[in-house]
Nanobody, 114 residues
Framework: QVQLVESGGGLVQAGGSLRLSCTASGIIFSINPVGWYRQTPGKQRELVAD??????TYGDSVKGRFSISRDNAENTVYLQMNSLKSEDTAVYYC?????????WGQGTQVTVSS
């Protein structure tokens, strides 16, 4: 029984920061690939950060501004978002992969005002 729950979204002014959290049950983040995608209406789903293969990769649009991290004791993965822009407005989803099956959280809305 795998569940991923995101939190930390909200409304923020351009230039500000947010930290998103994704807490898991039924899965151990330390031994499973995890990451973040985001979705904006009318746009293709966009990769934000991924930890597959034991390394971290970021989408081109967020490189240098976003970072992913883990707290293994809390079984939580974070997405630190700095220097936010209006183009970062989206629903952010965390995911985890277990034996090629992808599990998704319900998403958290991030809105950046300008």
């Amino acid at each position: 029984q795998v569940q991923l729950v995101e939190s930390g979204g909200g409304l923020v002014q351009a230039g500000g920061s947010l930290r998103l959290s994704c807490t898991a049950s039924g899965i151990i983040f330390s031994i499973n690939p995890v990451g973040w995608y985001r979705q904006t209406p009318g746009k293709q789903r966009e990769l934000v950060a991924d930890t597959s293969g034991g390394r971290t990769t970021y989408g081109d649009s967020v490189k240098g501004r976003f970072s992913i991290s883990r707290d293994n004791a809390e079984n939580t993965v974070y997405l630190q978002m700095n220097s936010l822009k209006s183009e970062d407005t989206a629903v952010y989803y965390c995911y985890a992969i277990i034996a090629t099956k992808v599990y998704w959280g319900q998403g958290t809305q991030v809105t950046v005002s300008s």
